[in-house]
């Protein structure tokens, strides 16, 4: 076995072991499982077990595919703030997608107060939550549906937006030949051009 592949092998082994007993259900676990979660699907180091992914949920993970692809979307959707909120108050993905507009830097925004998502500010945040609720029912619908594609919209760019200048960031510092070079600037040139673009366009 290669150092690369026995280094991987324990990596899953350690998760594993970590996560025998999973035991979860969507969008009850901690932003930390979410994120084992991703990054075992997306490195597909459970194939070093001779398992698929649905396997692996079932057999070590002791969840279905769907719940840990659900988990997944979560953290993708939302961030790793809306897994200490589902846990304190018992919100749903769907009601936390109604009220999401109202987060912002790992706080939530009720009545002109910021209450920092912590499991410390549990009562605050549950007593916003309701009352955020509320607030979202007696809203025009089309408005608060608009509001929330929106805050979807802006979640997912932002966070694709700096996974982009990491993965470039990563790239530029590896010692990339001469022709993966020239590929790497050709990418970062488009990126920028594209940008410049729809700036111009919001701008109009």
């Keep these: 076995m290669k150092d690369k592949d026995r280094e991987n092998a324990l990596d899953l082994g350690t998760w594993l072991g970590r996560r025998q007993a999973f035991s979860l259900v969507a969008g009850r676990c901690s932003a930390a499982d979410a994120q084992c979660l991703r990054e075992l699907r997306e490195s597909r180091k459970y194939k070093l077990a001779g398992l698929t992914w649905e396997e692996c949920c079932k057999q ?18 939302f961030g790793p703030d809306y897994f200490v909120m589902t846990q304190v108050t018992g919100i749903s993905a769907k009601e936390y997608r109604r009220i999401h507009g109202s987060v912002s830097h790992h706080a939530l925004l009720c009545a002109g107060e910021e209450i920092p998502i912590a499991v410390e500010n549990a009562p605050r945040l549950v007593a916003a939550v309701e009352a955020l609720r509320r607030e979202a029912a007696n809203a025009p619908a089309a408005a608060s549906d608009t509001a929330a594609e929106a805050a979807r919209c802006f979640a997912r760019a932002e966070r694709a937006a700096q996974t982009a200048l990491a993965e ?19 990418a970062i040139g488009e990126t920028a051009g594209k ?7 919001v701008k109009i």
């Design 60 to 77: 070590r993970a002791g969840i279905g595919r769907s719940t840990a692809d659900e988990i997944i979307r979560n953290l993708d959707e």
């Design 168 to 186: 470039f960031d990563k790239l530029r510092l590896m010692p990339l030949d001469l022709g993966d070079r020239m590929r790497l600037q050709s």
């Design 195 to 201: 940008l410049a673009l729809l700036d111009i366009q």
